[in-house]
């Protein structure tokens, strides 16, 4: 049995100050600086809107002039943020790419999903060649241009053998197209194409885990109580880790935002997970616009953090398709 803490954020490409038009050194070391501060230290953190190599990566003088991936630069970040507080931690970084735009033979801009896993922990499985395409194109002739939507994963082993996947998402936005987008007024979890990709999501969860303990993170941008929510959870069996562990109704989950836009507030953000996982506190989840929280100002989303008990044993298979051995 295992003691992790696992957290999600939605980092905005860490350039909240220019609205996530190019990203900033500043926003970079801020959120490093925040998540640096989290006590006990984070253990796998799932991160969605990061970067590779890009002109809006570039734009604002967050290039080293290396080449180094805006992953990279923020792992690097990290590290220097936690040896400032006197931890000596350090993190594998794994990239998984999901859609770029190219001009000039360089990407515009670029877009994908990351998960850092505190190195003492054994990373075996993980789908970072090939991330798992959970995309809904509806007109086949418009493929190319739909953002692509991917799941991560990541197979993660402590030293007393258990172990837990992680899998790592980010939904896309309900369709204008469709006709509930401007029937529905709340339309976050409500577009036929987000359902799809839900559908997609677990289908591959039940194919790629490999126990019985398993957690989902992301930015589902689907409220709690939507159709996205009810069929994660009503239909496919996945706990929602934070209503569980809070108590919270459906209709508190949504007091609790998670995101922000304007003046709108949102629950989007969420953590879901097997039976296998006990989940023990989420004392550093705030909601989004408390100004006493570390992460007030740093994304137009706020971290999901808990600390879980693993009790689960990696029994199944091990079904990514890009399977490596433990290192």
């Not at 505190?118 to 991330?131: A, S």
């Not at 506190?281 to 999901?304: C, I, N, Q, W, Y």
Request: aromatic share 10%.
């Amino acid at each position: 049995m295992a003691r992790l803490k696992i957290a999600s954020y939605n980092v905005r490409y860490f350039g909240h100050a220019t609205r996530g038009i190019a990203s900033t050194r500043s926003g970079m070391r801020k959120i490093a600086e925040a998540l640096a501060s989290i006590d006990p230290v984070i253990d796998v953190l799932c991160l969605q809107e990061v970067e590779a190599v890009s002109w809006r990566s570039d734009m604002a003088g967050t290039s080293s002039g290396d080449d180094a991936s805006q992953l990279a630069r923020f792992a690097s970040d990290l590290h220097v943020a936690l040896v400032r507080r006197g931890k000596d931690e350090r993190y594998r970084a794994f990239y998984f790419p999901a859609h770029e735009y190219v001009v000039r033979k360089k990407p515009l801009y670029t877009t994908g999903l990351a998960v850092l896993v505190r190195q003492g922990l054994h990373v075996g499985v993980h789908n970072t060649d090939e991330p798992h395409d959970i995309t809904h194109r509806r007109v086949e002739a418009f493929a190319g241009v739909k953002q692509t939507r991917v799941c991560a994963h990541v197979r993660v082993r402590a030293d007393d053998g258990a172990e837990v996947d992680v899998f790592n998402t980010h939904l896309s936005l309900p369709a204008t197209f469709a006709p509930e987008f401007w029937t529905e007024p709340r339309r976050l979890g409500w577009g036929k194409n987000q359902l799809e990709e839900a559908r997609r999501l677990v289908d591959f969860v039940h194919a790629a885990k490999g126990g019985d303990a398993w957690v989902v993170a992301g930015d589902f941008n689907a409220l709690p109580g939507s159709p996205v929510y009810r069929y994660l959870t009503r239909e496919r069996g996945m706990q929602d880790a934070f209503g569980l562990f809070t108590g919270r109704s459906v209709e508190a989950l949504r007091d609790f935002p998670t995101a922000g836009f304007m003046s709108m507030r949102m629950h989007l953000d969420h953590v879901f997970a097997s039976r296998a996982v006990r989940w023990l506190e989420f004392d550093a989840t705030a909601p989004f616009g408390d100004g006493r929280s570390v992460f007030h100002k740093l994304s137009d989303h706020v971290p999901m953090i808990g600390s879980c008990l693993v009790t689960g044993n990696g029994s199944g298979p091990a079904s990514s398709r890009r399977g490596r051995p433990w290192g």
